[in-house]
């Protein structure tokens, strides 16, 4: 269960959490948000561990959430941490 950091926020809905995380990755990989297979493991895209937490971190400023720091191995496609996340709320 994650912990609310932000009580202004509303719970973000699978669709929207997609999004971010794909327009996310567009910007630091620099390609087009249509290149962007939710299907494929953030590795692929060449993110490393530093990369990963900073990303979480971002993701959980913008949803409102604590998110564990392990989020992208645990759910290691957008299409699993989507999922996950919204049933999460």
């Not at 973000?12 to 327009?23: D, F, K, P, Y």
């Not at 087009?32 to 590795?43: K, R, V």
């Not at 604590?66 to 999922?83: A, G, N, R, S």
């Amino acid at each position: 269960m994650y912990t609310q950091i932000n009580a202004q926020n509303k719970p973000r809905t699978a669709s929207e959490i997609q999004g971010w995380l794909v327009s996310y990755l567009s910007k630091l990989l620099e390609i087009d948000a249509d290149d962007i297979d939710t299907s494929i493991p953030f590795d692929r895209y060449g993110l490393d561990s530093s990369t990963a937490i900073g990303l979480t971190g971002d993701l959980e400023d913008w949803i409102g959430y604590k998110v564990d720091p392990t989020l992208l191995y645990d759910y290691p496609t957008i299409e699993l941490i989507v999922k996950h996340l919204s049933e999460e709320y």
